[in-house]
């Protein structure tokens, strides 16, 4: 007789056994998908149903578009501390009322050296300084500037 391997009786229902609990593993996470889909749809449709109004999606808000400002500050040694990049707050004291802050946390664009000229800033006072502001900020700080002193707190 020649020589043959031991045979192995009863392997092949381990095989079956093993391939039966795969698909049902795969089963019961698709149908836990399920249940989970169904239950973020149904929720929405619940609410409806029960005359509440379905949660509304809002878009993201538009990135707000900055302007150079150019603003006459009052203080001239103020405007000498700056640096480009800094962050500061413009706040406008008027005559009649109390201070009020025109712009909050804006960024610091420029500082221009002033001109030693004849004329440059004669009778004015103060000091120019860019700053990067929203474009309403912007009209704001130059209606300001119109009728206000002007200055500049560090952020």
Request: charged letters at 25%; glycine letters at 10%; proline letters at 11%.
């Amino acid at each position: 007789m020649p020589p043959f391997p031991p045979l192995r009786v009863g392997r092949g229902a381990d095989r079956l056994r093993r391939a039966v609990r795969r698909r049902r593993r795969t089963a019961s996470t698709g149908l836990a998908v399920l249940a989970a889909a169904l239950a973020v749809v149904g929720g929405a449709e619940a609410q409806a149903s029960r005359g509440a109004s379905p949660p509304e999606v809002k878009p993201p808000p538009a990135p707000a578009r900055l302007v150079s400002a150019p603003v006459r500050i009052a203080d001239a040694a103020t405007v000498r501390l700056l640096r480009p990049g800094d962050r500061v707050d413009v706040v406008a004291a008027e005559r009649a009322g109390p201070p009020r802050v025109v712009a909050a946390g804006a960024r610091v664009a420029e500082v221009p050296v002033p001109d030693q000229g004849i004329g440059a800033d004669a009778g004015e006072g103060g000091s120019l300084v860019v700053l990067s502001v929203p474009r309403d900020t912007a009209r704001a700080l130059v209606g300001a500037g119109a009728v206000a002193r002007l200055a500049v707190t560090l952020c």
